[in-house]
């Protein structure tokens, strides 16, 4: 198989396995540090314009 | 470190103040046992850098609200060097309620009397060294927003830090004096700290006082024995808050002197707008139009219905490079011809290069050629094409909020909210729920009843969010091509009513079924109206934008390669050579397995081979529901050469010709479009969501109840659309459903009645 086409697949799994192990992480830390609430899975504490540090807190 | 505190009312202006002070210093957590939020900053001009602590906006020090409890505790336990206590200078009487409270606290202690441009806008007057002589606090002038007497501000707070300061009490000489001042002794005797503050709370019964001083509850009892007010009786609570209003009257008052002339009642601009916005008749209406202005704003094809004038074909901007971008027949609204500039110049013309270059790479296979424009490129499009108009009504919204209006909105829409079982206090979550269903969930912690607020995260889901926005403008899109409605918006909107109507019917049933109860008084503080700010509105839509593209390249791209790779492979893990043989796909045969399911519901076994594309899609929004049309991107791009064969040259660019592609394919009809719509707006929201509802709801098996309700009530709405379009007089069979559980609901009701 050409270099090309094995990039290519590499790349698309490592997206696929990336972003799930990143949501199960996230998840994880969000029960650690933040309130029992927030369950880290999305992302709007962290992005919200009153709220000035990235933890979960929600 | 030497640690300050800030104390005020809600809104006077604390958080403005904090952030100016504390700058990028500044950390957000919560509170240890509550959620509520606690801040924390430095503060590095003075001579020593200084803590500043942001305790929630209070009216009182009462324990009745978690945040009440956090500030009071925090004030009396870790004892800061000093309490900046922040007043709102345009409403001085009722904040200096909070005042006279802290003040019986020994802290240091300093008033920043903020909004004092407000206040000279008005041509009002303080005066704030005569209130400084009357009150024996420091006064200081300022303007958080604009950033003026902060160092002032600081320097004072600084050096009364460094001196000790003994509480006093405006009800040293009120009909409870005597007995607060026995108490105070009693207490001092046993070496409680700010034993003046635990006094007079002991005297209005406090609970946390009278659990921690049992033994000074007796000298209270003893004293009510011998004393009755005319007016208060033995109330002892309701006495001291009087006897506190009474002193700021007496005493206050004249430090503030109005720009008004005698005998007249001056009308703010916020008291004259509102005499139009809150119009007990036309308030609900305008709010209605209002939100139509918005939809047709933002997504209409004939702007202002202009259409009529002009030819079908009408576009002066022909042969330019505008042609078909702003005019077609009539114009197009702003938010449109942003979508077709974005549409045609971004995002089509740059994954277009991406394709072509990647088709020319040397080596590179059909299938990983087939992987990128068909999986990645087909999906990224499908869903990157509405950024645009999600962004637009996003900031519609924003700005509705940001101004005031919404704050009035749910101060009108109590009374009718009542009829339904709720407060206009549900009504903010529900809002928020335009914009994302999390962040709403997570703000029901203000409604204190837990059935209120059980019913109101239930619904919340209804109200669509920006996620399903794409859904509704690609399928609004092929509907106005198939009918003869060919407003687009006029569909966004009303599937948006569809979404309100179908939240309050379900609140209707559950209020007067297992979720009976009374619901609770609704008392709100209207802002004042207020232009919103441009920076801030900006700021709002950049962060917003940011949050969809990562989605979009994260959560999205994930799934498109998964749906590319259970198109293009077969069970034996054989990749399909031949495009026309699609149905061999592990995903076409597990669409095929629950595509029946969705029978009734107008998108299942009647559409043909290619009808599980709808089922698939369907679910894949559980994961986020702008892969809904990331799905039909992709699936229309894989399909796109079995689709030729059979239908007809199909060419996609997008979301819209994407839906548009797979109705060509399987023969949807409208009943059955809008049907699809209705279901994924209603249905079990992405996980995200449901996570949230999880961790919010009160038990494990309220949650499995939800989720159940969810799947019920999208699928019972559902049907009903696409039964009655199809085969109207279906109707009458629904009418017969709905009377009889009305009937049921009242002979429950009947038989449960609430004691």
Known sequence: MEPINILIIVFAAAIVIGVTVASIVKKRKAKKSGSPACTGCCDCCTRCPSATNKEHTL | MIKFALAGNPNCGKTTLFNSLTGSTAHVGNWPGVTVDKREGVYKKCAEPISIVDLPGIYSLSPYTPEEVVSRNFILDEQPDCVINIVDATNLERNLYLTTQIMEIDVPMVIALNMMDEVAKSGDKIDAKKLESKIGLPVIEISALKCQGMDELMERAYEESKKPREGTTVLKHSALGHLIGDV???????????????????????????????????MVEAFKKTFNDDIFGTDFEAMVADGRYKYISQNFSSVLTRNVKKGEERLTNSDKIDKVLTHRIWGIPIFLAVLFAIFHLTFSENFLFLGGFFAEDWDPLKRTWFEGLIFNGGIFSPGVMIFNVWNEIIVGKLFGLIGSGVESISGIAPWAVSLINDGVLGGLTAVLSFLPQILILFLFFSILEDSGYMARVAFILDKLFRKFGLSGRAFMPM??????????????????????????????????????????????????TMSSIKNPDIITYSMYLLGIVVAILSVLLMRNTTMRGDVPPFIMELPSYRTPQFKSLMMLIWDKAKHFIKKAFTVILASTIVIWFLTNFTWEWKMIEDKTAVSQSILASLGRFIQPLFTPLGFGSQLGKYGWVFAVAAVTGLIAKEDVIGSFGTLAACLAAAISVEVADIDIDGGVSAVQAMVDATGATVPGLISFIAFNMLTIPCFATVATAKAELSSKKTFNLTLLFWIGASYVVSAAIYLIGTWPLTAIIFAGVVAAVVVGIVLYNRSHKIA
């Open chain 2, 431 to 480: 809002i928020m729920g335009f914009g994302c269903s999390v962040p709403a969930m997570a703000n029901t912690r203000t409604l204190a009843d837990e059935k209120e607020r059980t019913a109101t995260i239930r619904v919340i889901p209804f109200f669509s969010c920006g996620a399903k926005l794409p859904i509704l403008t690609a399928i609004a899109g092929a509907i106005a």
């Open chain 2, 184 to 218: 105070k002794i009693s207490l001092e005797g046993k070496g409680v700290s700010s034993p003046l503050f635990h006094s007079v709370k002991l005297v209005e019964m406090d609970e946390i006082e009278t659990e921690a001083h049992s033994d000074c509850v007796k």
